[in-house]
């Protein structure tokens, strides 16, 4: 793959009808995870870009970022906008770089996120259901997570 390529890219805000679905290596869209990501995108929006390539035709190319897609668009609707880093390559460099996507993309542990959850908690003065909300969890998610808390190393 061209290392020039790999990290160079034009970031845009796409609407999400201008998308197609790509060569995702990844089949299998937990329902729980995305209706944890939909909670997400509808509280804070999209966070990072997904990264898609140009077509001929004028529409772009998922690469990396179906889940985020999926969930703007149930947010959203079809002509929501959505973040997106351009990248010109070839089918192959293509694949290359949704393998590495989905790969590299390993979830956080619930220890991590109970760190996280609990920064979020302390920032909300201590109100469980703020903090769920900035979080897009639901408030039982944030307690099991807190949870996570008082367990010992």
């Known amino acids: 793959m061209n290392a020039e390529l790999a990290v160079n890219g034009v970031l845009m805000v796409l609407k999400l009808n201008q998308l197609i679905r790509g060569r ?13 990501l939909v909670d997400s995108v509808r509280a804070s929006g999209i966070a990072q870009p997904i ?26 609707g079809e002509d929501g906008d959505i973040p997106a880093l351009v990248r010109h390559c070839t089918t192959d460099e293509e694949d290359v770089l949704s393998l590495i ?43 099991r997570r807190l949870a996570l808390m008082q367990l010992t190393p």
């Open 24 to 36: 995702n290596p990844r089949t299998f869209f937990d329902p729980q995870e995305m209706s944890e």
């Open 51 to 76: 990264l898609v390539r140009p077509l001929e035709d004028g529409t772009y190319r998922i690469i990396a970022g179906e889940r985020r897609v999926r969930a703007a668009t149930e947010v959203f």
């Open 101 to 143: 996507e989905n790969v590299d993309r390993a979830a956080m542990s619930g220890a991590e996120e109970a760190e996280q959850a609990n920064r979020v908690l302390i920032r909300a003065k201590g109100d469980k259901v703020e903090a769920a909300a900035i979080l897009g969890w639901n408030p039982d998610k944030l307690m």
